[in-house]
């Protein structure tokens, strides 16, 4: 049976959630779509029913307009003639018209300007307010973007492309209940355009709706390919489910294509420590390191204090050995970690009391001040040189941090020898600093000791 697990994990191992970029998949490209195009331009016609009014002279002004606008290479002087006959009486089709040219020619300012003044002269021109709303979205403002999409549906727009930038507009503003709504729209008008699926996807995970979010992500591969954006939606909500070990197989199927990205590995391991497969979990890690363009040392040395906290010395050493191979310069908070693992490993492998001892000098060698591993040589030595085992924790002791461990495991020493007098005053210090029932007991013990010697 799976372990019930949660998105966080234990204490030093958490996962991570992986989130594809955008809801648009290509924002590059997306308004140069064929579809998109097809849209835009038939904004360029005219709707009787619903469009401003033009007089005569306007129209005559219009019909020489669309001549320069139907020939090749003519657009800048029907910009000119619109520049010309626009003026605060004159149609809202004029200035609409100018801000199509000025949104087609990416000058989005220049047609924002324009088409705000079409709906100040027309406020039910439904065209103007969906374009108003295109090029808010175009620019970011999606806050912005939602009045003017909103308005064009209300007079009559019901077109997918609406509904799709309004569900994106509201899904970027954090409101994912419309947003859903909105996608919903956009997929039953245009069920063939896979933003408005992935949209719908997010929506869908925000709200920890996760069992319909896989059920669509399955559609998306299906229709879309084996796109990672896809594949990694779908092992978050498997994560949401508390099903890791699903998420993980995810992972494993994307990672074939070659295009998992680092965090995802990263992940990958995360999961696999957390289920105790521990050399998997090494694997995954491995593969972080080799994915990874500028490889995180640190990240590195936290995945092998993991595995080494978990006593899975075989995969913390090959990790070790793959730092070790990439010839990555540390700098010193970094080498003295990468020397305590080491020798940390040289101690689980089984009493390669040399090797551990040259590590642990090294990086009192680094560090002077490093308490825990000056404690650590008092420990190695303690057996064969009580004097210099006292030395070491003397050292340790006039750290503020380290003076309680070192003073007792100084008293300690001193007891072994037989020395009760002078390590009184070491443990009641102890004891003072850290007071523990077991160290109390210990300091009495030591007390009786001294006394029946005294």
Not at 53 to 71: D, G, N, P, Y
């Given at each position: 049976?799976?372990?019930?697990?949660?998105?966080?994990?234990?204490?030093?191992?958490?996962?991570?959630?992986?989130?594809?970029?955008?809801?648009?998949?290509?924002?590059?490209?997306?308004?140069?779509?064929?579809?998109?195009?097809?849209?835009?331009?038939?904004?360029?016609?005219?709707?009787?029913?619903?469009?401003?009014?033009?007089?005569?002279?306007?129209?005559?002004?219009?019909?020489?307009?669309?001549?320069?606008?139907?020939?090749?290479?003519?657009?800048?002087?029907?910009v000119?003639?619109?520049?010309?006959?626009?003026?605060?009486?004159?149609?809202?089709?004029?200035?609409?018209?100018?801000?199509?040219?000025?949104?087609?020619?990416?000058?989005?300012?220049?047609?924002?300007?324009?088409?705000t003044?079409?709906?100040?002269?027309?406020?039910?021109?439904?065209?103007?307010?969906?374009?108003l709303?295109?090029?808010?979205?175009?620019?970011?403002?999606?806050?912005?973007?939602?009045?003017?999409?909103?308005?064009?549906?209300?007079l009559?727009?019901?077109?997918?492309?609406?509904?799709?930038?309004?569900?994106?507009?509201?899904?970027?503003?954090?409101?994912?209940?419309?947003?859903?709504?909105?996608?919903?729209?956009?997929?039953?008008?245009?069920?063939?355009?896979?933003?408005w699926?992935?949209?719908?996807?997010?929506?869908?995970?925000?709200?920890q709706?996760?069992?319909?979010?896989?059920?669509?992500?399955?559609?998306?591969?299906?229709?879309?390919?084996?796109?990672?954006?896809?594949?990694?939606?779908?092992?978050?909500?498997?994560?949401?489910?508390?099903?890791?070990?699903?998420?993980?197989e995810?992972?494993?199927?994307?990672?074939?294509?070659?295009?998992?990205?680092p965090?995802?590995?990263?992940?990958?391991?995360?999961?696999?420590?957390?289920?105790?497969?521990?050399?998997?979990?090494?694997?995954?890690?491995?593969r972080?390191?080799?994915?990874?363009?500028?490889?995180?040392?640190?990240?590195?040395l936290?995945?092998?204090?993991?595995?080494l906290?978990?006593?899975?010395?075989?995969?913390?050493?090959?990790?070790?050995?793959?730092?070790?191979?990439?010839?990555?310069?540390?700098?010193?908070?970094?080498?003295?970690?990468f020397?305590?693992?080491?020798?940390?490993?040289?101690?689980?492998?089984?009493?390669?009391?040399?090797?551990?001892?040259?590590?642990?000098?090294?990086?009192?060698?680094?560090?002077?001040?490093?308490?825990?591993?000056?404690?650590?040589?008092?420990?190695?030595?303690?057996?064969?040189?009580?004097?210099?085992?006292?030395?070491?924790?003397?050292?340790?002791?006039?750290?503020?941090?380290?003076?309680a461990?070192?003073k007792?495991r100084?008293?300690?020493?001193?007891?072994?020898?037989?020395?009760?007098?002078?390590?009184?005053?070491?443990?009641?210090r102890?004891?003072?600093?850290?007071?523990?029932?077991?160290?109390?007991?210990?300091?009495?013990?030591?007390?009786?000791?001294?006394?029946?010697?005294?």
């Amino acid at each position: 049976m799976m372990k019930k697990i949660g998105i966080m994990m234990v204490a030093t191992c958490s996962i991570t959630l992986v989130f594809a970029q955008g809801w648009i998949e290509q924002p590059a490209t997306f308004w140069k779509d064929e579809q998109f195009q097809k849209g835009f331009m038939g904004s360029f016609g005219v709707k009787a029913e619903i469009e401003p009014r033009i007089t005569v002279v306007e129209r005559q002004a219009m019909e020489k307009i669309l001549k320069h606008l139907s020939a090749e290479k003519e657009t800048k002087q029907a910009v000119e003639l619109l520049q010309k006959s626009i003026t605060p009486a004159s149609s809202a089709l004029f200035d609409f018209t100018l801000a199509n040219l000025y949104f087609q020619d990416d000058k989005l300012d220049e047609a924002l300007a324009c088409y705000t003044s079409a709906v100040a002269k027309f406020p039910t021109f439904q065209r103007a307010h969906k374009n108003l709303g295109l090029i808010y979205v175009r620019q970011g403002k999606f806050e912005e973007a939602i009045t003017p999409l909103t308005q064009s549906l209300e007079l009559g727009d019901v077109g997918g492309m609406t509904y799709g930038l309004l569900g994106y507009a509201y899904a970027s503003t954090e409101q994912h209940l419309p947003a859903e709504t909105a996608y919903r729209q956009a997929i039953l008008f245009q069920p063939k355009t896979l933003d408005w699926k992935l949209g719908l996807c997010r929506c869908l995970f925000k709200q920890q709706k996760y069992g319909e979010a896989i059920v669509l992500c399955d559609d998306l591969i299906k229709q879309g390919g084996a796109k990672p954006d896809y594949y990694l939606l779908q092992a978050n909500a498997y994560l949401g489910l508390k099903q890791p070990l699903q998420a993980a197989e995810i992972y494993e199927i994307l990672d074939l294509t070659g295009k998992t990205p680092p965090v995802a590995l990263q992940t990958l391991g995360d999961i696999y420590v957390n289920e105790g497969l521990y050399e998997q979990a090494g694997k995954a890690y491995q593969r972080v390191f080799e994915t990874e363009t500028n490889p995180d040392v640190s990240k590195q040395l936290r995945n092998v204090e993991v595995l080494l906290s978990r006593m899975a010395h075989k995969p913390a050493e090959q990790l070790l050995a793959a730092i070790t191979a990439k010839q990555i310069k540390l700098d010193e908070p970094q080498q003295k970690r990468f020397l305590k693992m080491k020798a940390r490993l040289a101690g689980l492998k089984g009493g390669v009391d040399n090797e551990q001892v040259k590590l642990l000098e090294e990086i009192v060698r680094l560090d002077p001040l490093d308490g825990e591993t000056l404690i650590l040589l008092g420990q190695y030595y303690a057996a064969q040189e009580p004097e210099k085992a006292l030395f070491f924790y003397e050292r340790a002791a006039g750290l503020e941090r380290f003076e309680a461990d070192a003073k007792l495991r100084q008293g300690q020493l001193l007891v072994k020898n037989g020395k009760y007098q002078e390590a009184l005053p070491l443990l009641k210090r102890a004891y003072e600093l850290n007071p523990r029932e077991e160290v109390q007991r210990y300091t009495e013990q030591v007390e009786r000791a001294a006394r029946r010697n005294g």
